[in-house]
Nanobody, 124 residues
Framework: QVQLVESGGGLVQAGGSLRLSCEAS????????MGWFRQAPGKEREFVAT????????RLANSVKGRFTISRDNGKNTVYLQMNSLKTEDTAVYYC?????????????????WGQGTQVTVSS
C-alpha cells in the first residue's frame, strides 16, 4: 500500500507560480510512475503530467506544455509539479497518483494509488 500526501496548493494571481509536492510512503518509490491530474468543478478529472519511475521520461498535457514541469526526487520519495504562468483555467483540485508500473501513462484508471488532492485557485 502506498500513501500519497500532496501539499503546496493555494491562491495565486494569474501569471504567478506554485509548486506542488507529493510525498509517498514506502521503500519502492522509484519503481512507480507518478502522475498529476486535476478536476475543476463540474468537469471530469483530466491528465496534467506524468513521469517515469527513473525520472527519464515525462509527458505533459498540451494545455500545460511550456508552463508546467514535472520532476521527482527518488531519494525523498517526492514528485513535484512546478506551475508557472498560471491561468484562471488552471483552477482545480490537483491530485497526485502512483502507478505500480514504472512506465509513463496518461490514463487515470491505470494508476493504483491516489492522494487526497490539493486546491489550486488562480484569480484574475
Amino acid at each position: 500500500q502506498v500513501q500519497l500526501v500532496e501539499s503546496g496548493g493555494g491562491l495565486v494571481q494569474a501569471g504567478g507560480s506554485l509548486r506542488l509536492s507529493c510525498e509517498a510512503s514506502g521503500r519502492t518509490f522509484s519503481s512507480y510512475a507518478m502522475g498529476w491530474f486535476r478536476q475543476a468543478p463540474g468537469k471530469e478529472r483530466e491528465f496534467v503530467a506524468t513521469i517515469s519511475g527513473s525520472g527519464s521520461y515525462t509527458r505533459l498535457a498540451n494545455s500545460v506544455k511550456g508552463r508546467f514541469t514535472i520532476s521527482r526526487d527518488n531519494g525523498k520519495n517526492t514528485v513535484y509539479l512546478q506551475m508557472n504562468s498560471l491561468k484562471t483555467e488552471d483552477t482545480a483540485v490537483y491530485y497526485c497518483a502512483a502507478d505500480r508500473y514504472p512506465g509513463v501513462t496518461t490514463i487515470a484508471h491505470e494508476y493504483d494509488y491516489w492522494g487526497q488532492g490539493t486546491q489550486v485557485t488562480v484569480s484574475s
